[in-house]
């Protein structure tokens, strides 16, 4: 059976730590889509690490930990990431695998992802610049190269072949940039990958499946930038979304059991793109600060605002969510007064719908207010010593989305969870 945890707003939901916090109730952790624009922070032992294409069950001995053939893969970041875990002294060789459909990020879709961001001047998407774009417009294109390609005789043809075809995107973008570093980087990363596990990765998760192992899915991004459903084209290139664990994992939808959604109490977006209750006062800038908002991957100060009831309902609705864990709750402990929008304005009309297009509408977040809980929660290890004003907080959440939310995560540390009792 398989389990999946995802980001039900616009990423960095706090999925890294929640993950490496279920770890231990399974056998294998699996990324299914997404790349090295994700950013996962961990703290082990106190010491922070952030993960960009290791899954985040690395950590714990004897957790099998696969990248699934939906992620795209820069071979140049695993490598970084190999060194910065066997800092923690872990050999990622033993316990990572890797699908051989799994498409592979070239220095030349990073190129072009910068190539593509710049032309867009101030309506660019504020990209993490990884290449993920380019990588998976290869993938639907059918020109990428795949990590099972590596292993092939004829691999730096293909390469040279794909290269040239890029070349020609980039001349008319007038890119310049000289990448010769950035290929011989690559070229040196994949003499680690060709050492590494390599796998089908369709029949290695039905086998352990079938064989009554247990299964976390980890999600990267969010679900508001789905591809599909997120606010495009304010998105990432992939399906950050629960069903994006059958096509990235190769896996059958009644395998599914929980969907974990994963939300902080408030709400962050980076890069450009709508986000309704958006702050731009100093109420955004004390989130920011408190929540100590800045990217784990590109480092930019993360957008803050209140938590969009609206959105998350809509994230529910397309996930399937069965259980929330909401994170980031003790960021909230000093704010006197906290609002929660359960409905936007459109048009001088309430809705408590997501529209298609949100960058070309109008959005006034219709909020309701309660009263901040004023209390360090930071140290509480129980839902019982929780103080009133956060219980009722998580209540009317509970009976909003109708999910409830059973765990709350009151601190980036490993410890610093907090079951909720079942409703
Ligand atoms: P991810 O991309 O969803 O894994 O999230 P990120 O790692 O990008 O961002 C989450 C940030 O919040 C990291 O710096 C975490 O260490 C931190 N964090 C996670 N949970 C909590 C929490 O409950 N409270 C606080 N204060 N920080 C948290
Ligand atoms: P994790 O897994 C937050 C955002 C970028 C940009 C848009 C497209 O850490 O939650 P891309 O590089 O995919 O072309 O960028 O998506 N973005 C993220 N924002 N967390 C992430 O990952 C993100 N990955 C991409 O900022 O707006
Ligand atoms: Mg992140």
Wanted: neutral net charge; proline residues 4%; glycine residues 10%.
């Amino acid at each position: 059976m398989i389990d999946v945890l995802l980001g039900l707003q616009w990423g960095d939901e706090g999925k890294g730590k929640i993950v490496d916090y279920f770890a231990p109730n399974y056998d294998i952790i699996a990324r299914f889509q997404g790349g090295p624009n994700a950013g996962h922070t961990l703290y082990v032992n106190g010491n922070k690490i952030v993960l960009h294409q290791i899954p985040s069950g690395i950590f714990h001995e004897g957790i099998v930990n696969l990248v699934g053939s939906g992620v795209v893969l820069d071979p140049v970041t695993l490598k970084k990431e190999f060194d910065k875990v066997a800092e923690f002294g872990v050999d990622a060789r033993k316990n990572l695998y890797i699908a051989e459909r799994t498409h592979l990020i070239l220095p030349t879709h990073r190129a072009l992802d910068k190539a593509s961001e710049l032309s867009k001047g101030t309506g660019k998407i504020g990209s993490t610049l990884k290449g993920i774009g380019p990588a998976y417009m290869d993938k639907t294109g059918r020109n990428g190269l795949r990590v099972g390609d590596v292993l092939d005789k004829n691999f730096t043809t293909q390469y040279i072949r794909l290269r040239l075809k890029h070349q020609k995107l980039l001349d008319s973008f007038g890119f310049q940039e000289d990448i010769t570093a950035w290929e011989e980087e690559f070229f040196e990363a994949l003499e680690l990958i060709r050492q590494l596990n390599i796998v089908p990765g369709e029949y290695f998760i039905n086998d352990q499946l079938r064989n009554g192992k247990k299964v976390l899915a980890e999600g990267a991004q969010g679900s508001m930038l789905d591809v599909d459903f997120g606010t495009f084209p304010f998105v990432t290139s992939s399906n950050t979304i629960s069903a994006g664990v059958c096509t990235g994992l190769g896996v059958a939808p009644q395998k599914i059991r929980e969907v974990i959604g994963v939300s902080k109490a408030y709400c962050t977006r980076v890069g450009s793109g709508p986000f309704p209750t958006e702050l731009l006062d100093d109420t955004g800038e004390l989130l920011r600060k408190v929540g100590n908002e800045f990217g784990a991957t590109t480092g930019r100060p993360r957008r803050c605002g209140w938590i969009d009831l609206v959105a998350l309902q809509f994230a529910c609705m397309i996930n399937g969510v069965t259980q929330i864990v909401m994170t980031k709750a003790d960021v909230l402990d000093g704010f006197e007064e906290l609002n929660m929008c359960q409905q936007y304005q459109i048009n001088g009309k309430a809705t408590s719908v997501v529209p298609y297009q949100m960058m070309k509408t109008e959005i006034e977040p219709l909020y309701t207010s309660v009263p901040g809980w004023k209390t360090d929660i930071s140290a509480l290890k129980s839902f019982d010593q929780l103080p009133d004003g956060m219980k009722e907080y998580i209540r009317q959440i509970n009976a909003f989305l109708g999910v409830p939310v059973r765990y709350i995560s009151n601190g980036p540390g490993r410890d610093q969870i907090i079951e909720a009792p079942k409703a």
